[in-house]
């Protein structure tokens, strides 16, 4: 990335270098407008930042000068200035204005121009648009789509749910729908109104997904009920293209910094709950997991069954391979534990190489067969060509039983024992 510095400065030359620089950005400085305009032709940068007064003249003049050459019109500028009133001026055609009085602020307000307008997933956008008039619907489209959202039209809110409901993406996933506009009236069953209603009440992304109401109809009850619905935004017919378009990039670029946030959290998440070599749970999450796991098997009274895996002679890999080979028997055998259970079972290392499974809605018979296979799976795995088992103790909750997880985990770290005493690679079954 690269970006165009024009500023007269000392100080905000270097500011802006290095912010601009910690963003990963590639600079050229000036505080001329004439060695400007030679950068600019003989470069390609991705956005242009400018002081409103430079040494040779105003960045006005710079601004219209882009703006009227083919080649640098949708360069995005972003404007620095010490006047308050400057947008009230001048009819300014930037991407972004900064306002230099607030020093502290301006590296927050560089980083999210940066993060909101010069990523190419907040420029566009996937639109439901539900409009029975077709020719308001064209010309809402034809707006939409020239300013580079995708849009999906229907004409009834039916459909448009229909067509909804079933997409498997959402999020910040790119295919995922953005935003909803629709209108009130429409033809076929629902209305908008329900249909924002059935939206809210989805329980996953979907439903806080940004919706516009269109209607025609502006009394103050409807306004209310709409928005009590859980619209985000309201348009009155006739509508104003160029309102529509501000609403419209307003909600998206909102949804999408959110769908960042929850993409981080989920990061951290991760992060914090998974094992980094094994890619299983860690002990902290297991913790945190099985007791919440045993008391949901006892509350609605089915059977769960825990696993406790030890490898055997592991410390003999270790000795002869070395502890990077160690580090490949672990990692191939946390991806088999993490590909052999069912979504709703938890696979953790516990510490070392020891792994606790938790077999949710699993009875003691089918805990053994399930115990059994896995254990014959990593006997036939043979990860960096060398045959690795484990000793493995099971227990079980059956329904109607009660016992907390240290219970559980006491019965069947017993197993693990008993195996390792009956000659290891094997399964060993102890009661709570
Ligand atoms: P047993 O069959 O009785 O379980 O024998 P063992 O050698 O598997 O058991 P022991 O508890 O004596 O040894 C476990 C070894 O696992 C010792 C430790 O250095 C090694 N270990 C623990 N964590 C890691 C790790 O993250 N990477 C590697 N490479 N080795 C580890
Ligand atoms: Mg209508
Ligand atoms: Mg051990
Ligand atoms: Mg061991």
């Known amino acids: 990335m690269k970006a165009l510095i024009i500023e007269n400065s000392r100080l905000y030359r270097q500011l802006l270098d290095n912010i601009l620089g910690?963003?990963?950005f590639e600079n050229d400085i000036?505080?001329?407008?004439?060695?400007?305009?030679?950068?600019?032709?003989?470069?390609?940068?991705?956005?242009?930042?400018?002081?409103e007064n430079l040494k040779d003249g105003s960045g006005m003049e710079l601004i219209s000068y882009c703006k009227n050459h083919p080649q640098l019109k949708h360069m995005p500028i972003l404007l620095f200035s010490s006047d308050d009133d400057i947008q009230d001026k001048y009819d300014l055609e930037v991407e972004g204005i900064i306002y230099k009085h607030n020093l502290q602020q301006i590296s927050d307000q560089i980083i999210n121009f940066l993060e909101t307008r010069l990523d190419p997933l907040f420029s566009e956008g996937r639109i439901l648009l539900i409009e029975d008039s077709d020719s308001l619907a064209q010309l809402i489209l034809g707006a939409l789509q020239t300013t580079g959202y995708r849009v999906e039209h229907f004409f009834s809110a039916?459909?448009?749910w229909e067509d909804f409901i079933d997409e498997v993406s959402y999020g910040s996933d790119q295919q995922a729908y953005d935003l909803v506009i629709t209108d009130i009236n429409v033809e076929g069953e629902l209305n908008g109104l329900q249909l924002t209603h059935l939206i809210r009440n989805l329980e996953d992304a979907r439903g806080f997904i940004p919706i516009i109401a269109i209607t025609?109809?502006?009394?103050?009850?409807?306004?209310?009920?709409l928005y009590q619905a859980g619209i985000s935004d309201?348009?009155?017919?006739?509508?104003?293209?160029d309102e529509?378009?501000?609403?419209?990039s307003n909600l998206i670029t909102n949804k999408r910094l959110l769908d960042k946030v929850h993409d981080q959290r989920r990061e951290l998440y991760n992060l914090a709950t998974t094992d980094k070599l094994t890619g299983c749970h860690n002990r902290h999450s297991l913790m945190d997991f099985s007791q919440k796991f045993i008391s949901q098997a006892i509350r609605h009274h089915y059977p769960i069954c825990i696993l406790v895996i030890d490898l055997d002679h592991f410390k003999a890999i270790n000795d002869t391979h070395g502890h990077a080979t160690g580090d490949d028997v672990l990692q191939a055998t946390g991806q088999l534990l993490n590909s052999s259970f069912r979504e709703g079972d938890m696979v953790a290392r516990f510490g070392g190489e020891e792994f606790v499974v938790l077999l949710n809605h699993c009875a003691q018979s089918d805990g053994l067969l399930i115990a059994e296979k896995f254990r014959a799976d990593l006997e036939a795995l043979k990860p960096v060509n060398l045959t690795v088992t484990a000793s493995i103790g099971l227990t079980w909750l059956e329904s109607n039983q009660q016992h907390d997880f240290e219970a559980l985990f006491a019965a069947a770290d017993k197993g693990v024992y008993e195996a390792k005493e009956n000659g290891r690679n094997q399964?060993?079954?102890?009661?709570?």
Do not use: W
Not at 216 to 225: F, H, Y
Not at 234 to 241: C, E, G, N, T
């Open 22 to 24: 910690q963003q990963g």
């Open 30 to 51: 000036t505080d001329e407008i004439s060695v400007a305009k030679d950068h600019l032709h003989n470069n390609e940068y991705d956005i242009i930042c400018l002081n």
């Open 158 to 160: 039916d459909k448009a």
């Open 216 to 225: 025609a109809q502006t009394d103050a009850e409807l306004r209310l009920s």
């Open 234 to 241: 309201f348009i009155p017919k006739p509508i104003l293209i």
């Open 244 to 248: 529509m378009l501000v609403r419209v």
């Open 427 to 432: 399964v060993r079954q102890v009661s709570p």
